[in-house]
Every structure is written in structure tokens, then in C-alpha cells.
């Protein structure tokens, strides 16, 4: 299965401020995914990366607040905009591959947000 | 209502016991999958194991199993031996094959299992 590079692997930031956070797989795969955990909480999807167009986004996260991009097929970023301390949590990327089966999933090893 | 319910928000378990972690789903999609996931304290994902809706038998992957009643929609996995380094997060997921979202894994709030020596 693929493998992720995500980074960075945390950060403190100011309020205000932005931070965009990158993916790099390995090899080329058909979906990408961002993850929002809070703090003792499970994962929460913010979008699908789509290659070459907008990001979808789940209800509840827009595009001003989480721009993504997804330029090739192994890489994507998320940027957190405007940054408020709720905002902290760890955020993970994920990819499929082929029909997500069972070893299609690969995630990325999370980035640490501290919003201060 | 909620696709994937954990109803264990933490468990003990003593080492070299047997644990069980449930899980029960809800989806009128005839084709998904259910996973399961370990996250420990570093924050990292871990993959331990997966059924298909279709498998007609119970998956299993070293000292993981999962006891899968598809008429329950359950999906509790099983550990056995349980060891210090078992101490973590553990997520239910699921994807559902049809429709809008497809590939998408769905997760439920996790159980955190705290091992005891």
C-alpha cells in the first residue's frame, strides 16, 4: 500500500494566522481525504481532495476556512485559515486506492495544531 | 442518526486477556466494509483488520478477529492475549460501496483500551 509523508508534524500558531499542512504519497493514487480529530475525539471528514478540481467538502467545513488543492495525483495540502484555538486539534490526511479495499487506505501520521 | 456507534468509551482489560470491542453500523448500502483501526498515543493510524459484507467468514489477522453477525449489524473486534503496547485508541470504521461518498470511511468515537499489568 502507499505510504504518506505529512507535514508538518506539529505546530503552534498564533490566532489569525494560517498553516498549510502537506501530503506526499509515494505513488499515485484515486482519492484523497482530510481528517479533523479534536482533542479525545474521533475522525471527522472535512474533504475529498479531487485531482485537477475544487475539493468537496462535508457539512460543516468551507472553502475559505480549509482551502485545499490537490495538483497531481500524489500530493494535496490543507490550509487552515484564519486560525481561532478551536481550530487545535490533529489533522490527517488519507488516500485510496482502487476500490478502497482493505489494504487501500493509507493515512498520513497527523499534524498537531496548537492554536494560541 | 449515527452510521458506526461505539458504546465502550474506555476498557480495561488485564494482560493476556481476552477483550472485546463493539461496534454496530447502520447502513442500507448491500455493499460495505467494516475496519478496524488502532491509534495510539503517537497519532497514527493503524490498520489491524477488515470484513466485506460479502465475506462469508469472520476476518482475522494474528491476534485480531472479528466477530461479524451481519443481521445485528455488529462488528466487535476480538483480541486475544492482550499485551502492554494493545494500550490505545481503537476506531470502528465503515465505507459504504454506493452512492455519493464512495471511499469514504465513515468512523465512529473510538474506545480507548487501557491494558493492566
Known amino acids: 500500500s502507499a505510504v504518506i509523508s505529512q507535514k508538518p508534524s506539529r505546530d503552534i500558531c498564533q490566532r489569525g494566522t494560517s498553516l498549510t499542512i502537506q501530503c506526499q504519497v509515494d505513488?499515485?493514487?484515486?482519492?484523497m481525504f482530510w481528517y479533523r480529530q479534536q482533542p479525545g475525539q474521533s475522525l471527522t471528514l472535512i474533504a475529498t481532495?479531487?485531482?485537477?478540481?475544487?475539493?468537496?467538502?462535508e457539512s460543516g467545513f468551507v472553502i475559505d476556512k480549509f482551502p485545499i488543492s490537490r495538483p497531481n495525483l500524489t500530493f494535496s495540502t490543507l490550509t487552515v485559515s484564519n486560525m481561532s484555538p478551536e481550530d487545535s486539534s490533529i489533522y490527517l490526511c488519507?488516500?485510496?486506492?482502487?476500490?478502497?479495499?482493505?489494504?487501500?487506505?493509507?493515512f498520513g501520521s497527523g499534524t498537531r495544531l496548537t492554536v494560541v | 442518526a449515527q452510521k458506526i456507534t461505539q458504546t465502550q468509551p474506555g476498557m480495561f482489560v488485564q494482560e493476556k486477556e481476552a477483550v472485546t470491542l463493539d461496534c454496530t453500523y447502520d447502513?442500507?448500502?448491500?455493499?460495505?466494509?467494516l475496519f478496524w483501526y488502532k491509534q495510539p498515543s503517537s497519532g497514527e493510524m493503524i490498520f489491524l483488520i477488515y470484513q466485506g459484507s460479502y465475506d462469508q467468514q469472520n476476518a482475522t489477522e494474528g491476534r485480531y478477529s472479528l466477530n461479524f453477525q451481519k443481521a445485528r449489524k455488529s462488528a466487535n473486534l476480538v483480541i486475544s492475549a492482550s499485551q502492554l503496547g494493545d494500550s490505545a485508541m481503537y476506531f470502528c470504521?465503515?465505507?459504504?460501496?454506493?452512492?455519493?461518498?464512495?471511499?469514504?470511511?465513515?468512523f465512529g468515537k473510538g474506545t480507548k483500551l487501557s491494558v493492566i499489568p
Open positions: 470504521a465503515m465505507r459504504e460501496d454506493s452512492g455519493a461518498g464512495s471511499y469514504q470511511l465513515t
Open positions: 488519507s488516500s485510496a486506492e482502487g476500490a478502497g479495499g482493505p489494504y487501500g487506505y493509507t
Open positions: 481532495a479531487n485531482q485537477g478540481s475544487e475539493a468537496t467538502y
Open positions: 505513488s499515485q493514487v484515486t482519492m
Open positions: 447502513t442500507s448500502d448491500p455493499s460495505y466494509g
